[in-house]
């Protein structure tokens, strides 16, 4: 009677399910087991250019006349020595009368120019201590910290001097009669063309020199303020920055005084004296002269030296011509790379970060391109990476790009120059671990798309953006900051129509794309459901396919090549890469169970898979092979009657002979995981029963690998629903392979074993137990009375949440089909 029982008995086939079982840490686990999977891949490589230079040879502004050059010559010649016209270049109307002075002075010579003292000795005192106080609150100082020992200098310049000269702090604190002595001169008149104005204040995280006008504010005083703090200056200017100056314009190149490292100290030491008297920016009347003597020392042509003066240079807040060969001089040296070790010596990159935050495109841009081209070369040492990023860089940049976006179209060119720069900085910020935080709390991804929008025609700025994403949204926060950009796969897609020639751009917004959809269903239905998605995607993939190049001559009908226009120049290589990351967007997006439906029905996008599996080889092509059998495999879990995989399967059963015949086990197990769907079907299992690929099947159980015996499980499943299949899988050992397979892997995998269990009972049941010899029937019956003891199934599993993962499926998929398999053999051994 029981006999008659298991005949009524229907075999099961093997049907791919979701895995429904709470997520726990073994989670990869269960989904690596799950039909619909998400396809991996390698970040695209992105070569290094070996030259330091605005734009490498792959940009396309190579051969543009109009672009900024990366060679110049500078020579002191090029500066514009007083320094002194208005930034915003309006030409001011002369005055219709001259100004008669007193005493004559020569306002451009700064070391003629004297004050002229007050009568009375305690008023200046009194004056000289409140001009101070005012000076030092009037606006902020340099970021350098005070010179050590810059005090007494005259004393170290001049040891023939008095011993006992006062430092800046006396001479600012002390009695003016007790200083000077002999005849006084006026000094020079402050016009209102040193005034400047400045940008608004921004969070940059860099604290700029006070470049604001040089104007005096009289705050009640009346004259007696501006003459004492002109007093101030003077004192400190005769007794200290005078001979500083007197030194630098003295010395003899070569000689022991004229050494560079002695000029540096120089340079310092004058930056340190100004910096303590409140004397940087434009409040130092004098200025002019200090910047023909440093501009003069530019001919020296150190690259140490330079570095000094460019720093002191922009402390003083040069415009115009002459910030901008200082930006160049700065850029210049930044080119070589034996370079780098003297800015990571210097403070001269929180002078760029300065600049970079206050000067403005309209009036600076050309000086801020090369701010930071300078920038972009440095962020390619790895310790200056991570100097740029404790000084806030990426937060610099974000405000570069909010300032940036709204340009006008007369400054549209200058400002795609400048980000074209900063776009490659970002990207060689976003190799360090530590910049990804920043990218995302500064919302840098977000203002990223908006200069794609802005410049969606500029293929260098497109191309490193994409370069950003590509890297970034390898990582889940970044990831999910650029998911949460409005619009964000709308844009992608326009970029991937309209530079769809442009390989390294196209792959990269596939691989970030890819990214975007591995985890995410919700990135799977947005990007499924933007306007001409499809059609986008499987006109690349036209493009790429690369027919004419495959050496192989198709055995099926070709796909209709999608209406678009030329192909583009790329090698077998690229071509391949392109398609790799786009097959695996289409394979992401199918797992969503609205978007996988609609695929499986596309006959556009299954026939160009079927076209790629007909002119690629393994040996040539693997991984994008391996990745279209992934794709197929997705779709066929959608076996609607409209689908196109399932009108086409013994297409695609034939084409999968070469994956399962390859010497790469990737695309064997592929091509298993296929058959596992496909053989659902009566004529696919007849077609692997004729081609013999049940014998290759049942060998695949010895792999030693869970993964391919699960999936040649599946197989073997499907093939032993039809009675007359079972004989010949029997004659291969099928069965004494499921059992050693499932003495081997039980234990350690329970979805295995159940899988393992409902193979044997297809093979045996229904009439077939004969099938088994007695040795195999009583080693089955041994493990299976083993492993149905629940304590002894379990006892080996340490970790608890492991072991909630392997007791649910021990119960859901190993215990009911083991149950059932152990009441067909047990009437058998009694009888025997």
Known sequence: MASMERKHENC??????????????????????????????????????????LFGKSSVRADRDNRPPSTFSLHAQNFDAPDSRPGSGTRLSPLNHKPKFPVPCDAEDAFKAFPKPPADPLEVKRGL??????????????????????????????????QKQPSTQQLLNTDHTKVHSGPHRPGPHRTASESRITQPVVDSGVRPTDCTTGQRTDLGNGN???????????????????????????????????????????????????????????????????????????????????????????????????????????????????????????????????????????TSGEAL????????????????????????????????????????????????????????????????????PLFVSFSVLSELCLVLHHHRKDQDICTNISRIYSKLSSYSECRLALA??????????????????????????????????????????????????????????????????????????????????????????????????????????CIHPAVGPALATNTACIQLLMETLDLRSVQESEELLVNVAATINNLSFYQEESSAIRHSRL??????????????????????????????????????????????????????????????CGVLTNLALDPPNRVSLSLEGAAANLVDSLRDFGPGDWQLAGQICQALWNLIGGGSEKLLDTKERESLLEILTTYLDEEEALKWIENEDMRDFHRACWELEFLPVAQKLMKILQPLDLTA
């Not at 902020?140 to 810059?150: I, N, Q």
């Not at 340079?267 to 002269?289: I, N, V, Y």
């Not at 129509?497 to 990135?523: I, M, P, Y």
């Not at 499924?528 to 690369?546: I, K």
Request: overall charge neutral; some cysteine; proline content about 4%.
């Open 12 to 53: 099961s086939p093997f049907i791919p399910q979701r895995n429904t079982l709470r997520k726990t840490s073994a989670e990869i686990v269960s989904e690596a087991r799950q039909s619909l999977r998400v396809q991996s891949t390698q970040r695209p490589f992105t070569p290094r250019d070996g030259h330091r230079q």
């Open 129 to 162: 201590a409140g001009a101070r106080a005012r000076l030092l609150r009037a606006g902020s100082l340099t970021t350098l910290p005070p010179v050590e020992g810059y005090t007494d200098v005259t004393e170290r310049l001049n040891p023939g001097l008095d």
């Open 224 to 362: 007696n303020t501006t003459s004492t703090e002109e007093d101030a200056e003077s004192l400190v200017w005769n007794n200290t920055i005078g001979p500083l100056l007197q030194q630098l314009e003295t010395v003899v190149p070569g000689s022991s005084e004229g050494s560079v490292d002695r000029l540096c100290d120089f340079c310092d030491r004058l930056h340190g004296t100004l910096a303590e008297a409140a004397m940087l920016g434009r409040r130092c009347k004098r200025r002019s002269g200090i910047l023909r003597t440093l501009f003069r020392l530019i001919d020296l042509n150190s690259a140490q030296l330079n570095l000094h003066i460019a720093k002191l240079c922009l402390a003083l807040c040069i415009s115009g011509n002459n910030l901008l060969n200082i930006c160049k001089l700065i850029f210049q040296i930044s080119r070589s790379e034996t370079n780098d070790l003297l800015f990571q010596n210097n403070s001269i990159i929180d002078s760029l970060l300065g600049v970079l935050s206050y000067e403005d495109v309209s």
């Open 369 to 436: 391109l090369y701010c930071v081209g300078t920038l972009k070369f440095l962020s390619g040492n790895s310790a200056i990476l991570r100097l740029l990023l404790e000084k806030n860089c990426i937060g610099v940049a974000r405000k570069i790009l909010q300032r940036l976006h709204t340009v006008e179209d007369t400054h549209f060119a200058i400002a795609g120059h400048i980000l074209v720069q900063l776009t490659a900085t970002l990207r060689n910020l976003a190799d360090h671990p530590d910049s990804r």
């Open 484 to 589: 949460q950009t409005p619009d964000c796969y709308q844009l992608f897609l326009e970029l991937l129509t309209k530079h769809h020639q442009k390989q390294d751009l196209v792959v990269r917004l596939l691989f970030t794309l890819g990214n975007l959809t591995a985890k995410s269903d919700e990135a799977r239905l947005q990007l499924f459901q933007c306007q001409g998605c499809m059609d986008t995607l499987l006109q690349v993939y036209d493009s790429y396919q690369r027919r004419d190049a495959s050496p192989h001559t198709p055995s099926q009908p070709r796909a209709p090549s999608l209406s678009k226009p030329s192909a583009p120049t790329t090698s077998v290589q690229e071509a391949d890469d392109v398609l790799v990351k786009l097959v695996r967007v289409l394979a992401n997006m």
């Open 651 to 712: 297409t695609i059963a034939k084409l999968m002979l070469k994956l399962v015949l390859s010497s790469s086990m990737d695309a064997m197990l592929e091509a298993t995981r296929v058959y596992g769907n496909l053989s659902q079907s009566d004529d696919v299992r007849d077609f692997i029963m004729q081609n013999k690929v049940h014998q290759f099947v049942v060998t695949l159980l010895d792999s030693k690998s869970t993964e391919m015996c699960f999936s040649a």
